[in-house]
């Protein structure tokens, strides 16, 4: 009986010439080459459906990743509280709450300069405004009046039109969800400065062993990588913003504080966001004292930037962000695709602790398999 069952469980004489074709089908360059393309197809497929449900989720997602990316620079000082006797729960609160106090003051500041130089940064709009029209008048081109107050009229219809009202609500919808998000990103930047720790030994419970030491790795260079771009970044924008706005104070151009609160916060913005604050101050200057303290402006912003890449860049930010000027450049393009002015900001912080996680995944000082060294590597520099 025993002898039967084993012969009838052998492959026909049929069987067995199909399956090893099928075999040599799959196993041959070209199959190969098919399943290396099945595959690539899956994880391009996975990778759209998350995208897509990130991009839904923004109103969730985005407060987490803020507070998460604050919650990294403030981490140090809610642990030194800690460390000489402060209760978790004081702790927590009192960085918290120094932290808002600090943005509250520098925010109180700006509107109150705003609101008393905001009238003579109009007149000498109105005033650059005419003489820029005299201007339009010696060119080759002729632009006529008529031109320009058909212009104005366009201006203003659009402004009084059904469309403008339609964007107004927008913008009030998008308002409201602005201070949706703000209050979230408070709530979570609460819970992670008071028990971020234990929410990630929380996330960790289904692992153990390598896993979970593994787990432990990527937790803490995440955090030591986010914190320390955040403190960096904010270094080197508090001198770009002290830097230009004495230049601007003392080329006695109006609004000189906003617009050193403005090149602090675009200075969070890699790559572009320092040239964006340069050009807006050069407006301004532009249209209050004239050309030649423009041009003045100009030089005092590239000097600075040229101070910040070349001496403190590589100084505050070399341990904190290790990734080449490519890898920045595609990030904030992603991330600006995704979320805005906000994805642009949080997209190199991201980036960099996803590669400091890459580097300690199969320990302390050893990175991934894929991203390891294997030989030594050379390339002509041109």
Do not use: C
Not at 20 to 29: F, I, V
Not at 277 to 293: E, F, I, R, Y
Request: no cysteine; aromatic share 8%; glycine share 10%.
């Amino acid at each position: 009986m025993s002898t039967f069952m084993w012969w009838s469980s052998r492959p026909t004489a049929e069987q067995a010439p199909t399956d090893s074709a099928a075999g040599r089908l799959w196993s041959d360059g070209f199959g190969r080459v098919g399943t290396r393309a099945v595959q690539a197809l899956a994880l391009i497929a996975l990778v759209a459906v998350a995208a897509f449900a990130l991009t839904r989720l923004t109103l969730v997602l985005i407060p987490v990743l803020i507070a998460l990316v604050l919650a990294s620079a403030i981490h140090p000082l809610v642990s030194w509280l800690r460390r000489h006797g402060w209760p978790s729960i004081l702790a927590t609160w009192t960085a918290l709450l120094g932290i808002v106090a600090v943005f509250g003051g520098v925010l109180t500041a700006v509107v109150y300069a705003v609101a008393n130089q905001w009238q003579e940064l109009a007149d000498q709009a109105v005033a650059g405004l005419g003489e820029l029209q005299e201007s339009l008048g010696d060119l080759p081109i002729q632009i006529s009046d008529q031109q320009i107050e058909d212009a104005k009229d366009a201006v203003t219809g659009f402004l009084t039109s059904s469309s403008f009202g339609s964007g107004a609500i927008a913008g009030f919808s998008a308002g409201a969800n602005f201070v949706t998000g703000m209050v979230l990103t408070f709530v979570v930047l609460f819970f992670f400065l008071k028990d971020g720790p234990r929410i990630w030994e929380f996330l960790l419970r289904p692992f153990d062993g390598p896993a979970y030491e593994r787990g432990q790795r990527v937790g803490g260079r995440t955090v030591t990588t986010m914190g320390g771009y955040v403190r960096g970044t904010a270094i080197v924008a508090a001198v770009d913003a002290v830097g230009i706005g004495v230049g601007l104070v003392i080329m006695g151009v109006p609004l000189a504080i906003p617009l050193a609160v403005l090149v602090f916060l675009l200075a969070f913005i890699p790559l572009v966001g320092a040239t964006l604050a340069g050009v807006l101050a050069a407006l301004v200057t532009l249209v209050a004292n004239g050309w030649v303290d423009a041009l003045i402006v100009v030089a005092i912003v590239i000097a600075v930037n040229q101070l910040e890449g070349n001496l403190l860049q590589p100084i505050v930010m070399a341990r904190s962000l290790a990734l080449h000027p490519l890898v920045i450049l595609v990030a904030v393009t992603v991330g600006t695709v995704l979320a805005g002015i906000t994805g642009a900001v949080l997209a190199v912080p991201v980036a960099a602790s996803i590669w400091g996680a890459i580097q300690v995944w199969n320990g302390p000082d050893e990175p991934a398999r894929p991203m390891r060294k294997k030989r030594v590597e050379t390339a002509e520099g041109r």
